[in-house]
């Protein structure tokens, strides 16, 4: 990256900055509750509401439907609903959402390193 490649501050218009890929997938999946449950939804093939809330810790049930409702929208995550009664509802990712696990894993092994060197300087 040069530094032609980075926009001095203040001098973008708001259409520049709604072209910025950085914001965009931030607009996308920079939701506090978003990429744990896409880190759970990566961990099967498929996972049923109540157990990805349960893999979710502090998640409401508010926050869980509306991050799935915008994670399926940006067709990230597949919701296939089984006309059994009860109704069965699983949810998964798609394969555009699988597209994102490499930067996934690499925020995940970042965050392990952060949280030893923060517990390192406690000590």
Known sequence: MNNKDISEPNQNTSE???????????????????????????????????????????????MLTKSLQELEAHQLVNRVQYNT???????????????????????HVWGEEQIKLDKSDYK
Do not use: F
């Open 85 to 107: 009664i009860p109704p069965k509802v699983e949810y998964s990712l798609t394969e555009r959402g699988k597209t994102l696990l490499p930067v996934l894993v690499q925020l």
């Open 16 to 62: 520049e900055k709604l072209k910025c890929p950085i914001i965009h997938a931030l607009d996308i999946i920079g939701q506090k509750w978003k990429i744990p449950i896409m880190w759970h939804l990566a961990e099967q093939e498929a996972i049923r509401y109540n157990e990805l809330k349960r893999s979710v810790p502090g998640i409401t049930n508010m």
